[in-house]
């Protein structure tokens, strides 16, 4: 089968397409004839060495997956050739990729697609949705009639946050880099959109919360949080989630974050149990189906092009480009 794959970690260029064997499907495992695949940021981080997870080479890249079954292993129960499917959470702790023909997946870890979504739409929102999902509900607790902060609105993973925030009935505030983001993320539902480059923007996000005594959660995705910033704009008993940012060490100021009696939450994904994310996939699924959650979709290449994918991704992860407005799928 043709795949995209590293023989060592390095630069986007060291990133290979050819031709490997075809994987056999171990007994809980399902052959996934892949239909899309997705770019995250942690896969730039594994290709590149900076987050060193255990693999083989050639190691094929990539968490996210949607596709057809092809054939199951003999213990699996919930799946038959013929299914849609899309799952994520590959590529991590010695697990194979998904950027090939064909992936042999275990089973814990493939969600049905709904009909509402092609392969590319469940692909992309794979693991930014599980992500946004276990943040807001396992993590912070979100409660209806909540308000929630997302710095960076219209990103991977924040324009899941936005969607899911609003289909659980709380109120967003959003933020964004331009005019074309805006609209995109007012058509996600949040209810006031800001630039973060507004030299008022903590104004209008206190104005807006203001009745409300503060933000309930904020949701951060930059990679350099400001808790001075942030402590100071949150509800008593507000809590604060981090899910970016290994290396950052910022100031955190003590005071006021005791007495307010905030929380801060992080997590990382891959770290939640197959069950946990599951139950994520549950209600993503649910809510495609009801139209309430709409995977953003920026670029989509060919799959030989995952080079090209991993470069642009770092461009607006790393070097904040600003040039993407939704996932990179590619198909093989
Ligand atoms: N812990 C976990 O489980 C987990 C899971 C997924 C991702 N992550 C991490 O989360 C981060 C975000 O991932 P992603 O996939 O959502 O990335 P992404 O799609 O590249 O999104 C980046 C976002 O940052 C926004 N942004 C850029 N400059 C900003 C600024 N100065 N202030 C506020 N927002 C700004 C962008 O807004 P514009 O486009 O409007 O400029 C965009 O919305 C990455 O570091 C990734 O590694 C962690």
Same mark, same amino acid.
């Given at each position: @089968?043709? %795949? %995209?794959?590293?023989?060592?970690?390095?630069?986007?260029?060291?990133?290979?397409?050819?031709?490997?064997?075809?994987?056999?499907?171990?007994?809980?495992?399902?052959?996934?004839?892949?239909? %899309?695949?997705?770019?995250?940021?942690?896969?730039?981080?594994?290709?590149?060495?900076?987050? $060193?997870?255990?693999?083989?080479?050639?190691?094929?890249?990539?968490?996210?997956?949607?596709?057809?079954?092809?054939?199951?292993?003999?213990?699996?129960? /919930?799946?038959?050739?013929?299914?849609?499917?899309?799952?994520?959470?590959?590529?991590?702790? =010695?697990?194979?990729?998904?950027?090939?023909?064909?992936?042999?997946?275990?089973?814990?870890?493939?969600?049905?697609?709904?009909?509402? *979504?092609?392969?590319? *739409?469940?692909? +992309?929102? +794979?693991?930014?949705?599980?992500? $946004?999902?276990?943040?807001?509900?396992?993590?912070?607790?979100?409660?209806? =009639?909540?308000?929630?902060?997302?710095?960076?609105?219209?990103?991977?993973?924040?324009? %899941?946050?936005?969607?899911?925030? #609003?289909?659980?009935?709380?109120?967003?505030?959003?933020?964004?880099?331009?005019?074309? #983001?805006?609209?995109?993320?007012?058509?996600?539902? $949040?209810?006031?959109?800001?630039?973060?480059?507004?030299?008022?923007?903590?104004?209008?996000?206190? +104005?807006?919360?203001?009745?409300?005594?503060? !933000?309930?959660?904020?949701?951060?995705? *930059?990679?350099?949080?400001?808790?001075?910033?942030?402590?100071?704009?949150?509800? #008593? /008993?507000?809590?604060?989630? &981090? @899910?970016?940012?290994?290396?950052?060490?910022?100031?955190?100021?003590?005071?006021?974050?005791?007495?307010?009696?905030?929380?801060?939450?992080?997590?990382?994904?891959?770290?939640?149990?197959?069950?946990?994310?599951?139950?994520?996939?549950?209600?993503?699924?649910?809510?495609? +189906?009801? =139209? *309430?959650?709409?995977? !953003?979709?920026?670029?989509?290449?060919? &799959? $030989?092009?995952?080079?090209?994918?991993?470069?642009?991704?770092?461009?607006?992860?790393?070097? #904040?480009?600003?040039?993407?407005?939704?996932?990179?799928?590619?198909?093989?």
């Amino acid at each position: @089968m043709k %795949a %995209a794959f590293i023989e060592q970690t390095g630069a986007p260029d060291v990133i290979q397409y050819g031709d490997l064997s075809d994987p056999t499907p171990g007994a809980s495992e399902v052959l996934v004839k892949v239909g %899309a695949v997705a770019v995250n940021p942690i896969d730039t981080y594994l290709r590149a060495g900076i987050v $060193a997870m255990p693999f083989e080479f050639p190691y094929i890249i990539g968490s996210d997956v949607a596709g057809t079954v092809e054939a199951v292993g003999s213990n699996v129960t /919930r799946f038959q050739p013929g299914d849609r499917v899309w799952g994520s959470n590959q590529g991590f702790f =010695g697990r194979p990729g998904t950027f090939a023909e064909y992936a042999a997946i275990d089973e814990q870890w493939l969600y049905p697609t709904p009909d509402e *979504q092609c392969d590319e *739409q469940a692909a +992309a929102g +794979a693991l930014t949705g599980i992500t $946004a999902h276990l943040g807001l509900f396992l993590h912070a607790g979100l409660r209806e =009639g909540e308000i929630v902060f997302v710095n960076g609105g219209t990103g991977g993973v924040g324009s %899941a946050v936005v969607q899911f925030a #609003k289909a659980a009935g709380a109120r967003v505030i959003a933020t964004v880099g331009s005019d074309e #983001k805006r609209k995109l993320c007012e058509t996600l539902g $949040a209810d006031l959109v800001l630039d973060y480059h507004s030299s008022t923007l903590d104004d209008e996000i206190r +104005a807006f919360a203001e009745s409300n005594g503060g !933000l309930d959660i904020w949701w951060e995705t *930059q990679r350099e949080p400001s808790f001075d910033r942030t402590v100071g704009l949150m509800k #008593k /008993r507000g809590r604060i989630v &981090l @899910m970016a940012g290994r290396d950052a060490r910022p100031a955190f100021p003590v005071g006021p974050f005791y007495v307010n009696e905030l929380r801060l939450v992080g997590f990382a994904m891959f770290n939640a149990s197959p069950d946990e994310q599951s139950e994520c996939a549950d209600e993503m699924n649910h809510w495609a +189906a009801s =139209g *309430q959650w709409k995977p !953003l979709i920026g670029e989509a290449l060919p &799959l $030989a092009d995952a080079a090209k994918a991993h470069q642009l991704q770092e461009a607006n992860t790393l070097q #904040k480009q600003g040039s993407l407005t939704g996932k990179i799928v590619l198909k093989p």
